[in-house]
């Protein structure tokens, strides 16, 4: 039935270069990243990979699905790079089989796999890594402490033995809070400035990443000018009411994964909206969601729970934000 | 004449490859006269016309051999002279691939014409002329073969402005582009012609910015003419659709189910407009048209065909496929359909012929599940969500389909054709809508089918009680005399047959 018929001519696209692009895209902050926080990113880049295909590959086979077809499509790869580029370059390399596994097993496969899924598969891994083992999620390298690929590769195998005084960093983020939990009124910067910096590097790297897939069409400029634009507004109104106790606005957008969140997180077609105006909506949420967390929640970081929760309401956006339809208005 | 500037931009559309140029490096040419013409009698949108010829007639070229019946019909002429030789079934380019009635004509090879008779429409007036029109048999040449005399004649609506779709987006298709190239002069009369039948006040021409050729002409053309503008618009497909260059041009969007003409407008193409002329002031009804042949072809060009010409004549002057693999699509990549067998007649709907180039009919790769990119949503020109429609269809969730304006779906096939998983999506929206509508049907009949049997029901026991009292009637009335008559006519019998037995002894 479905054979021979109009049209007959097709644009030559497919999933796969779509991944590819996107994969392509993350390149620049990659590179970054691993400038500042040393070859650690590439171990958890490679063990997320490597994890994310072979489950894939046994999951089609247990589906009974065409592994050609599937594995090629590169959506895996992309999940499971975002997950390892969320995830502190000194974590050991079972923290990343977890989180790898539970995006490609549980998000994607459970869910009924590409084109199923209702969370963000990456997004799930991390979030799932978060509440599991919050203190290896959230400890950092001092940026620019330059450890050998050995060092790391110590690392990565066998976990962080000695806990080595000014090696690791809290996030700015979490160290404010953790200061103003503490009491401290004015807070010394100094301890998380280099912190700050290299993030904000990595930030612009994605920025970058994120600009070349709008300008290859493959992301629209909806959602991150949205979610970049409320961010800012909202941490701006709270800033300007105590300057003090809240972080001035340009913090909150370059640090904490903001950009990659923008432009890679958001973007992820499948568990996000598909209407122009759906896509404001879920950016907007995500942005009130991200800030809420961050500043009155319980973890560092609220990307991931941010995103999840608005992935819950993606039907109902896109229900109550379908387009004028041609003469219908 | 002037450009119009303003810009008016519908959603998406498609960029496609238009691959025109190949077929516009020579002009015009003509294909001969074959020696048995095939001319099926439905080339138009509407009622079968009523046959005026019989098997053996001697028929001039020009004349009417088929005459339009009721006001949604056209006028059939043969496009040559020679004689009738049979009625029969035909196979037709149609998707169906089934056959339908078609007159035969062997060609005398004289061409021979009949009287023409020019309309002197300015005597006769218009009305006089719109009806005179309907045994034109002229009909939309875009493709879409709509009887040209119905979009003429309505006098509820009063029409300003005359809109000529000189667009012409789908890919490979040039015939138009060639026509405005070769006979502008006579589509500038004809657009006179047909502005003061309908009375409008003015033209406005909509081309697409890659007929730079085709633009001269008509600027050259229209200098003098002030009530004519030119609109160029930009090659997106589907420009050409009908709504979506109204749109472009005024910036009025026509919804579903209404005419332009209830907006002032009305809308024809570029060689329609010409066959009009040509009729109204030569007396030449619709004989013939332009045909691209071309994509994968030795010498991809434009003909001039007679209808009824077979398309192996067609397809063996322009050298055949240049790979062979036997496959024609009739219309343009975008909107056309695959032709189930190339033994039919060129016919007034056959604005290109297409040979297949070997990637638009090997099995497509296998379609992904869909990945809500949206790409389709962008892309299509009516603002439509494809993916939910799709979604919709293929589980089968049809009155959803329905409430996500399923109909408002013009087919043009712009989501399919960016779609990154592959996913035929109109054909699952054609699959949606023939359900959809058989199942109209089958409710229309369900409820006519319910009312005939109430009324079946009250008739036959109405019928019955009647039978019964008439019955009664009679027993009560005849039932003595019947009695007598019988018992007398058996004891005839008896008595016959015992004088019969009586005979043969004697005999013996
Ligand atoms: S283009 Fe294809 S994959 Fe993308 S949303 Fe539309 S149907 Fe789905
Ligand atoms: S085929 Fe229908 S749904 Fe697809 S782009 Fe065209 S109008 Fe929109």
Redesign the pocket.
């Known amino acids: 039935m479905f054979n021979q018929q109009s049209p007959f001519i097709q644009k030559t696209s497919s999933v796969t270069q779509v991944m590819l692009l996107v994969m392509l895209a993350l390149i620049p902050g990659i590179l970054v990243y691993v400038y500042y926080f040393g070859f650690g990113v590439l171990f958890n880049l490679s063990a997320a990979i490597i994890t994310a295909l072979v489950s894939e590959f046994i999951i089609l086979k247990m589906r009974g699905l065409s592994v050609k077809n599937y594995i090629t499509d590169g959506s895996a790869i992309v999940a499971a790079s975002l997950l390892a580029i969320s995830i502190p370059s000194i974590a050991p390399w079972w923290i990343i089989v977890i989180g790898t596994l539970f995006t490609i097993v549980i998000a994607k496969h459970l869910y009924g796999g590409l084109g199923s899924n209702l969370f963000n598969p990456a997004m799930v891994g991390y979030a799932a890594l978060l509440i599991s083992f919050p203190a290896i999620m959230t400890k950092w390298p001092q940026p620019i402490e330059y450890l050998s690929i050995h060092e790391h590769l110590n690392i990565f195998l066998y976990g962080l033995k000695e806990k080595v005084d000014g090696f690791t960093s809290a996030t700015p983020l979490d160290f404010i809070k953790t200061q103003l939990f503490l009491g401290n009124k004015v807070i010394d910067t100094s301890s998380y400035q280099s912190y700050a910096d290299a993030t904000k590097i990595i930030g612009i790297g994605y920025l970058l990443g994120g600009i070349f897939l709008w300008y290859k069409k493959i992301i629209t400029w909806h959602l991150p000018i949205t979610f970049i634009i409320s961010l800012f507004v909202i941490a701006s109104i709270f800033w300007l009411i105590d300057p003090i106790q809240f972080q001035n606005p340009m913090t909150h957008i370059l640090s904490g994964g903001s950009l990659l969140c923008a432009f890679f997180i958001i973007t992820d077609p499948v568990s996000g909206p598909t209407t122009p105006k759906g896509k404001i909506i879920f950016a907007l949420g995500v942005a009130v969601l991200v800030y809420l967390i961050r500043v009155f929640g319980g973890y560092p970081e609220g990307i991931a729970f941010a995103v999840i929760f608005m992935n819950i309401c993606v039907p109902l956006i896109d229900k109550y934000s379908q387009p004028k339809v041609f003469g219908h208005d | 004449m002037k450009i119009i500037e303003n810009i008016f931009k519908f959603n998406?559309g498609v960029k496609a490859q238009t691959r025109k140029s190949i077929s516009t490096k020579v002009g015009i040419q003509k294909i001969g006269i074959p020696k048995y013409l095939k001319i099926p009698l439905r080339q138009h949108i509407g009622n079968l016309p009523k046959l005026k010829v019989k098997e053996g007639d001697v028929v001039l070229k020009g004349q009417l051999i088929a005459e339009a019946d009721g006001s949604v019909s056209a006028a059939i002429h043969a496009p040559t002279s020679g004689k009738i030789k049979s009625i029969e079934k035909i196979l037709l380019p149609h998707p169906s691939g089934l056959p339908d009635y078609g007159v035969i004509i062997e060609s005398d090879m004289k061409d021979k014409w009949i009287k023409k008779i020019p309309i002197n429409w300015a005597k006769i007036g218009v009305e006089a002329t719109i009806k005179a029109l309907q045994n034109s048999g002229i009909v939309g040449l875009g493709g879409a073969a709509f009887p040209s005399h119905l979009k003429m004649g309505s006098k509820a609506t009063k029409i300003n402005t005359l809109i000529v779709n000189a667009a012409e987006c789908e890919p490979y298709i040039t015939c138009d582009d060639m026509v405005m190239r070769e006979r502008s002069e006579d589509l500038i009369n004809g657009i006179e012609l047909v502005e003061s039948l309908l009375g409008a006040k003015n033209t406005i021409i909509g081309i697409e910015d890659n007929k730079p050729e085709a633009l001269s002409q008509l600027q050259f053309h229209t200098k003098s003419h002030k009530n004519i503008s030119i609109k160029v618009v930009p090659t997106i497909y589907?420009s050409g659709d009908a709504k979506r260059l109204i749109f472009l041009i005024n910036g009025i969007k026509i919804p579903k189910g209404k005419r332009s003409s209830e907006y002032g407008i009305q809308m024809f193409n570029v060689a329609t407009i010409i066959a009009i002329y040509r009729y109204i002031s030569f007396g030449e009804p619709s004989l013939s048209r332009i045909t691209t042949i071309s994509g994968n072809i030795t010498k991809p060009q434009n003909y001039e065909v007679l209808f009824g010409t077979p398309l192996k004549a067609l397809i063996n002057q322009s050298g055949g496929q240049k790979i062979k693999n036997d496959n024609f699509i009739m219309g343009g990549p975008m909107m056309g359909f695959k032709l189930p067998s190339i033994d039919v007649p060129v016919t007034k709907a056959m604005n290109c012929v297409l040979g297949a180039e070997p990637e638009m009919i090997e099995d497509k790769k296998e379609p992904l599940p869909c990945i809500r990119c949206a790409k389709?949503a962008e892309?299509?020109?009516?603002s439509?969500q494809?993916q939910e429609?799709y979604w919709f269809s293929k589980s089968d969730q049809f009155e959803k389909a329905q409430e996500y304006k399923l109909f408002?779906?013009?087919?043009?096939?712009?989501?399919?054709y960016v779609c990154p998983s592959n996913i035929p999506?109109?054909q699952f929206?054609r699959y949606a809508k023939s359900e959809l509508i058989s199942e109209f049907r089958a409710q229309e009949e369900a409820d006519v089918a319910r009312e005939r049997n109430e009324f079946r029901i009250m008739r036959l026991e109405r019928e019955r009680q009647e039978r019964a009292e008439r019955n009664a009637k009679r027993r009560a009335q005849s039932s003595k005399e019947e009695k007598s008559k019988l018992i007398d006519e058996k004891r005839a019998a008896i008595s016959a047959a015992m004088d019969r037995i009586k005979e043969y002894e004697k005999k013996k």
Do not use: K, N, R, T
């Open positions: 998406g589907p389709c892309a299509c020109p009516v439509l494809p429609l408002d779906c013009i087919e043009c096939g712009c989501c399919s999506l109109v929206y």
